[in-house]
T-cell receptor, first 112, second 111 residues
Framework: GQQVMQIPQYQHVQEGEDFTTYCNSSTTLSNIQWYKQRPGGHPVFLIQLVKSGEVKKQKRLTFQFGEAKKNSSLHITATQTTDVGTYFCAGNYGGSQGNLIFGKGTKLSVKP | DAGVIQSPRHEVTEMGQEVTLRCKPISGHNSLFWYRQTMMRGLELLIYFNNNVPIDDSGMPEDRFSAKMPNASFSTLKIQPSEPRDSAVYFC?????????FGSGTRLTVV
């Protein structure tokens, strides 16, 4: 079946360092979404990317969608302790909302 | 808006018992999703509804699982009989377009 692979599984950084998580699909995506889940919490929607090569920024977060619409990345500049949590990408394959497939997530820990 | 509301927040039950999880989506959202989250398998889509109609239940693990959405403001996920391997966090999410809004989840423990 369709799968969305996400790496790395874990990332430990010192506060102030940058962080990147990558998402990859073997087949073309209709769009991709990113979520953040704090420890003990629920996934919270961050952003949706639709267009090939799209780049969107939210303060220190930069989201990219690959030209082939098969991969995506989330980059956080100068991490803070508030960035701690698990970041999930979720790929939509068919345009139908029910086809949203979540990656396994990247768990980010930030050492102050 | 109170967001997506799930109940109960925690449920501990004995193997073989029936468990019912409840969800109230955001008013106006026309899609509702049930997900299960475990360490091993991550977030798995169990079933989703569009305009109260079940569209895809291929993620429902077995016949022991059933879900209903009798109206636009309420859905249930039932497990009967429950087994220890059903222990997980169950999330309900709703959406109109774009991103999903998740509830706080129900942490189910079957002993």
């Amino acid at each position: 079946g369709q799968q969305v692979m996400q790496i790395p599984q874990y990332q430990h950084v010192q506060e102030g360092e940058d962080f990147t998580t990558y998402c990859n699909s073997s087949t073309t995506l209709s769009n991709i979404q990113w979520y953040k889940q704090r420890p003990g919490g629920h996934p919270v929607f961050l952003i949706q990317l639709v267009k090939s090569g799209e780049v969107k920024k939210q303060k220190r977060l930069t989201f990219q969608f690959g030209e082939a619409k098969k991969n995506s990345s989330l980059h956080i500049t100068a991490t803070q302790t508030t960035d701690v949590g698990t970041y999930f990408c979720a790929g939509n394959y068919g345009g139908s909302q029910g086809n949203l497939i979540f990656g396994k997530g990247t768990k980010l820990s930030v050492k102050p | 808006d109170a967001g997506v509301i799930q109940s109960p927040r925690h449920e501990v039950t004995e193997m073989g018992q029936e468990v019912t999880l409840r969800c109230k989506p955001i008013s106006g959202h026309n899609s509702l999703f049930w997900y299960r989250q475990t360490m091993m398998r991550g977030l798995e889509l169990l079933i989703y509804f569009n305009n109260n109609v079940p569209i895809d239940d291929s993620g429902m693990p077995e016949d022991r699982f059933s879900a209903k959405m009798p109206n636009a403001s309420f859905s249930t996920l039932k497990i009967q009989p429950s087994e220890p391997r059903d222990s997980a966090v169950y999330f309900c999410a709703s959406s109109l377009r774009g991103g999903y809004t998740f509830g706080s989840g129900t942490r189910l423990t079957v002993v």
